[in-house]
């Protein structure tokens, strides 16, 4: 089975704080995404990436960004941590963006609290 | 625009009896929908799609779905529910546009109850 790896369950960080949330899939995938999880909006797409260094936005972006320097990992990055980025951040992959026989695997989720 | 509509946030449903969790979706070209099911703290786990063909979809856990182009809809059934279906369940679609991005666009998600 494809595993999607998310370094932290929980954290806890200060405003202001740099935070960085990790993720590994051990698939070869080319396709990972980061979206974020908040009561009675579901799930919105903050950035996704196809390849190793690519990047692209995508619903919600302000106040992130990511970096893609393996194609293992993707990590994304809260500049300067703000309470209303209290959330739970959930990392997904797939193999093949052309191909609509794919649908994500995700990992177990970060719940982050940023006080 | 690609949009996914979830119109109820819970359902109740007593042990035993049938469900449906509701998914409208809007999306240019041919859709492929998803479903998927989320237990308490954990992440998304994939319950069923449809790409083409057969417009009723089995999947995990004695689930299935239906397809229905003319209504745009894509339900989720279960003939009898069970206590530990109880759980918050995303609906999904991608656009069939070649080219398209790969996104997969979330409803908002629905919450099952299921009481003994």
């Known amino acids: 089975d494809v595993k999607v790896t998310q370094s932290s369950r929980y954290l806890v960080k200060r405003t202001g704080e740099k935070v960085f949330l990790e993720c590994v899939q051990d698939m070869d995938h080319e396709n990972m995404f980061w979206y974020r999880q908040d009561p009675g909006l579901g799930l919105r797409l903050i950035y996704f990436s196809y390849d190793v260094k690519m990047k692209e936005k995508g619903d919600i972006p302000e106040g992130y960004s990511v970096s893609r320097e393996k194609k293992e990992r993707f990590s994304l990055i809260l500049e300067s941590a703000s309470t209303n980025q209290t959330s739970m951040y959930l990392c997904?992959?797939?193999?093949?963006?052309?191909?609509?026989?794919?649908?994500?695997?995700f990992g177990s989720g970060t719940r982050l609290t940023v006080v | 625009a690609q949009s996914v509509a979830q119109p109820e946030d819970q359902v109740n449903v007593a042990e035993g009896n049938p469900l449906t969790v509701k998914c409208t979706y809007s999306?240019?070209?041919?859709?492929?929908l998803f479903w998927y099911v989320q237990y308490p703290n954990r992440g998304l786990q994939f319950l069923l799609k449809?790409?083409?063909?057969?417009?009723l979809v089995k999947g995990s856990y004695g689930f299935e779905a239906e397809f229905n182009k003319s209504q745009t809809s894509f339900h989720l059934k279960k003939l009898s529910a069970l206590v530990s279906d109880s759980a918050l369940y995303f609906c999904a679609v991608k656009g069939g546009a070649w080219g398209n991005t790969g996104k997969l666009i979330f409803g908002q998600g629905t919450t099952l109850q299921v009481k003994p």
């Open positions: 997904a992959s797939n193999l093949d963006r052309r191909s609509p026989n794919y649908g994500y695997t």
């Open positions: 999306v240019s070209g041919n859709p492929y």
């Open positions: 449809y790409i083409t063909g057969d417009n």
